[in-house]
Structure formats: structure tokens, C-alpha cells
């Protein structure tokens, strides 16, 4: 049995499959302008902090504790971590905390969650900005696993990009980081949601099955 990551990350007891490229979007971001910056991404933050340090004078909203782990390994001021690892519900989480305030919302090219909409209609003026894009690598013919693989799906990129390059067998199982990413699975493959987010506790699920 095979446990594989969809990713660079490095995690004991995992194998390491990147199925995806990252590329950063430099904006022109006043952040000034905004009582507190989210973050449901690592890739975002890793995004600014390559073009702007001023992002790190404004309070951070991060979607899990993996998120806010890279606010404070970049020296950000993290003001709050989110426990549900699902944009709807990281709204609902703080929408108290954040009522009246003026917020960026730094995400990817590909928008999986109401978080603005949300927070828009609850008396935070919520904006967003694109600050980087996930790009399916190409492998040209589909490739096959070994049978009774574990896939570890961390986001909705992470199944659309393994899907295009690799055969599902009937014999594999999943694991998914959340809610939002099992939704995007076709309805022949039911992943085991970890209970934790993170990639460690995803392991940790799948050397169970």
C-alpha cells in the first residue's frame, strides 16, 4: 500500500506526487486601505510575501492551522485560525469578529467557496484580489499507480490535475483534505474527510484504511 501527496510536501509515510504547478500574480495591493487581510491558502501568502512586506502590518484571518503556520513562519500577524477548513464555514466563523471592517480576501484563480459573498451580505465590506493560479501539469499520456493506493486530494486543483493525469482504479481510496475538495470528486470515488486540516492528519487517516 502506497500513500501519495499531490505535492512537494514532505510528510512521513507518504510519497510525493506533484501534480501541479503554482504561478504567482504581482498586484498593485494598497493594504492600507483594509483593517485585515484572509487567507485560505498557503500559496497565496507565499504570493504577496514575494512582491510586498507591508501585508504583514495587518491582522490575518487564516482558514486552518496549516495556513497559519506560514503566516508565522513569513513573521505575519496572525489574529485568528479557522477550525473547519471550508471557506463557508471560515465566514461564518468570523463574521462576528470582523462586522464593520473593511477586508481583503487574497485567493486563487479559481474561486471554490461564498467566503465574500458571505461576509459581503453580513455588514463586512469584503474585497479580492487574485494573487496566484494553479496550473495542471501535462503529462501527455495518462499514468498508472500501483493498485490499493491511497491519493491524498488537498484541494479542488489537486483532483481535477490528478484526474487528468492519472487512471483511477477501482482498487485506490481517498482521502480528502475537506468538505469543498471531496465535492469536487466524481461520484465514484468517496473519500474518507479528515477530521484535522493538514496534510499530516490526512497521512495519519490513511494508514488506517
Given at each position: 500500500m502506497s500513500i501519495y501527496i499531490l505535492s512537494n510536501k514532505k510528510i512521513d509515510g507518504a510519497l510525493n506526487l506533484p501534480v501541479m504547478e503554482i504561478n504567482f500574480i504581482k498586484q498593485d495591493i494598497d493594504f492600507d486601505?483594509?483593517?485585515?487581510?484572509?487567507?485560505?491558502?498557503?500559496?497565496?501568502l507565499t504570493a504577496i510575501d514575494s512582491f510586498s512586506n507591508t501585508w504583514k502590518n495587518k491582522p490575518i484571518y487564516a482558514i486552518a492551522p496549516q495556513t497559519a503556520d506560514v503566516v508565522k513562519t513569513l513573521g505575519g500577524n496572525l489574529e485568528f485560525t479557522g477550525t473547519k477548513n471550508n471557506g463557508?464555514?471560515?465566514?461564518?466563523?468570523?463574521?462576528?469578529?470582523?462586522?464593520?471592517?473593511?477586508?481583503?480576501?487574497?485567493?486563487?484563480?479559481?474561486?471554490?467557496s461564498s467566503l465574500v459573498e458571505i461576509l459581503n451580505k453580513n455588514e463586512i465590506k469584503c474585497d479580492e484580489v487574485i494573487?496566484?493560479?494553479s496550473v495542471c501539469k501535462d503529462f501527455k499520456e495518462k499514468q498508472n499507480l500501483p493498485k490499493n493506493s491511497i491519493i491524498i486530494f488537498s484541494s479542488p486543483t489537486t483532483v481535477e490535475c490528478f484526474l487528468k493525469n492519472y487512471n483511477w482504479n477501482e482498487s485506490f481510496r481517498a482521502v480528502a483534505f475537506g468538505k469543498t475538495t471531496a465535492s469536487y470528486l466524481p461520484k465514484n470515488i468517496i473519500a474518507k474527510i479528515s477530521k484535522e486540516s493538514s496534510l499530516k492528519a490526512c497521512v495519519q487517516m490513511a494508514t488506517l484504511l
Open positions: 486601505k483594509y483593517d485585515a487581510l484572509i487567507v485560505a491558502s498557503k500559496y497565496a463557508n464555514d471560515f465566514a461564518l466563523e468570523i463574521l462576528e469578529k470582523l462586522k464593520n471592517k473593511k477586508v481583503l480576501y487574497l485567493r486563487g484563480e479559481k474561486k471554490v494573487v496566484y493560479k
